[in-house]
């Protein structure tokens, strides 16, 4: 005889009951999404068929009205669509033209990522009984649909020989001007903790200039090099985008660093630049990406330039240096006989080279050494597959200690994986790549003090070219995941210098520029 129904029974049916109400609920929001996209697809077929029958049609703006919009300045808006009114241009439109200048304007609105796309565009005749009009005036009305403003976000990242958790808040259209405050919180196993937070606001209406500022306060470790590094400071950048596509970033940035923590076998290297520093630097970044896909290209490239100075003149601080890198990448698909279309199979190619060049502090004459603070650091699963974290380059024991020269060099063979399809971000790759990363060599006795550091970096860049780089080999899985590439390679070191770690076997790398 089956035993009554009890509380724990009622239990699992009021479960059961709440999960079939979450279910009923998302299908209805997925109905009601569905209906509303389906609503604009075809409203937006009937503005086509209005435009491509009247393109020529002479037409006038009298209005733009923005609809549903109450947390954005007037103001902010009023920049972006007053120069598109006709009272402000100095011929009529067509009604095509009149078309396409709106709908850059809500391009820009699109860019600003304050207003859940799409954004509904109508055109509507004014009242004919208003004597203020004319036969040719067309009022535009744009719908919108403001996005939250506090979006919080937790959760954990793995990858790099680390894992970590997060904790991030963005508010967005702080004020009305499509500005955003960006806070986290992270604690990791090598970065113990970082905490950042950032205010950006665009400037003048446009969502291709920006300006930015913030502050951080971060401890991370660096068991390759037997110390822990803590970061304070604050930084400032103004951000552009060119008409040729190509991204810049000015900025300066004043950081507090602290080497402290040393393991009790630490190298002499290490423990001479224990203790505080102070690096005050301007910097410029030039990117320009035309890659089709920045994570798994199959055609395109990707240049991009960052030039630092630090110390030099009134800038101060107690480090002074020139700091220039350059990173290219190209991607061209392999046709393979046989295959109609698009094989799946790409070849891509990276180069990363850098300079860090030693110059007086201040009113000082005579430059110093560089710090392990701001040397290069190469070697890992996210640039010279097949070698240790790091490992690449000068070594002091068991420390590597980093490099004012380097350069590296990847070519890549992708393949789709069979039963999978070209269409899924999954590949198969073969690999060779290599660098080398070498510290100045001492300066000579002969001449000025500038004459010999200049006669060190020229002798030391020559050194790159002589011999063989440091190089590996290898094969794996890539996997291309929303936010980041992930890797799983088998590789074998082919060429090691002395002091060099090497790293035969599997690895586990995720990052988002890859070599």
């Not at 697809?41 to 049609?57: I, P, W, Y």
């Not at 979006?151 to 500005?179: H, M, P, Q, W």
């Not at 030693?358 to 890992?380: C, M, T, V, Y």
């Not at 980093?402 to 399809?421: Q, W």
């Amino acid at each position: 005889m089956a035993a009554p129904l009890g509380s724990r029974d009622d239990g699992i049916f009021e479960q059961l009951r709440k999960t079939q109400d979450s279910k009923v609920l998302e299908e209805k929001a997925r109905l009601a999404q569905a209906e509303e996209n389906a609503r604009y697809e075809k409203a937006q077929r009937r503005l086509g068929e209005l435009v491509e029958s009247n393109s020529t049609l002479p037409c006038t703006i009298s209005s733009i009205h923005l609809l549903g919009a109450p947390k954005t300045r007037r103001g902010f808006l009023k920049r972006i669509f007053d120069p598109l009114l006709s009272a402000n241009n100095d011929r009529p439109y067509t009604l095509s033209e009149a078309i396409r200048e709106v709908s850059n304007g809500v391009n820009k609105l699109h860019q600003f990522d304050i207003y859940h796309q799409p954004i509904p565009l109508s055109i509507t005749r004014p009242d004919p009984t208003n004597p203020s009009t004319t036969s040719t005036d067309i009022d535009i009305y744009l719908t919108l649909r403001e996005k939250s403003r506090l979006i919080l976000k937790t959760g954990t990242d793995v990858g790099n020989t680390e894992g970590s958790a997060y904790v991030n808040a963005l508010g967005r259209n702080i004020f009305g001007g499509a500005e955003t405050l960006n806070l986290n919180a992270a604690l990791g196993t090598r970065t113990r903790s970082a905490y950042q937070a950032s205010f950006e606001t665009p400037l003048l209406s446009n969502p291709d200039l920006r300006w930015e500022f913030g502050g951080l306060a971060s401890s991370t470790q660096k068991p390759w090099a037997s110390h822990e590094e803590v970061l304070r400071g604050g930084w400032t950048k103004l951000r552009w985008s060119a008409k040729d596509g190509g991204r810049h970033e000015l900025g300066y940035n004043g950081i507090w660093r602290q080497t402290t923590g040393l393991a009790g076998d630490a190298s002499i290297t290490v423990r001479e630049d224990a203790g505080d520093s102070v690096k005050s630097s301007i910097s410029h970044t030039w990117v320009k990406d035309r890659r089709d896909n920045p994570l798994l290209p199959s055609r395109g490239y990707f240049n991009k330039s960052t030039l630092e100075l630090a110390g030099w003149g009134p800038l101060q601080g107690d480090v002074a240096f020139g700091k220039a890198e350059v990173e290219a990448q190209g991607a061209v698909p392999v046709p393979v006989p046989g295959i109609e279309g698009e094989s799946g199979v790409t070849f891509t190619t990276g180069l990363r080279t850098g300079l860090l060049y030693p110059l007086p502090l201040g009113l000082n004459s005579e430059s110093k050494p560089s710090r392990i603070n701001d040397r290069f650091q190469l070697g890992g699963p996210t640039d010279v597959r097949g070698f240790r974290l790091s490992g690449l380059g000068p070594h002091d024991g068991k420390d590597a200690v980093g490099g004012d020269v380097y350069a590296a060099g990847s070519a890549n063979l992708l393949l789709p994986i069979p039963r999978v399809g070209i269409d899924r971000p999954f590949r198969f790759q073969a690999f060779v790549n290599g660098g080398r990363l070498l510290a100045l060599k001492p300066p000579g006795k002969e001449g000025t003090h500038g004459e010999k550091v200049r006669q060190t970096v020229s002798s030391t860049v020559a050194e790159l070219a002589n011999g063989l780089p440091s190089m590996s080999a290898g094969f794996g899985l890539v996997y291309a995941a929303p936010m980041a590439r992930v890797e799983l390679n088998f590789s074998l070191p082919l060429v090691l210098r002395k002091g060099e770690e090497g790293r035969k076997g599997l690895s586990f790398g995720i990052g988002i520029n890859m070599l």
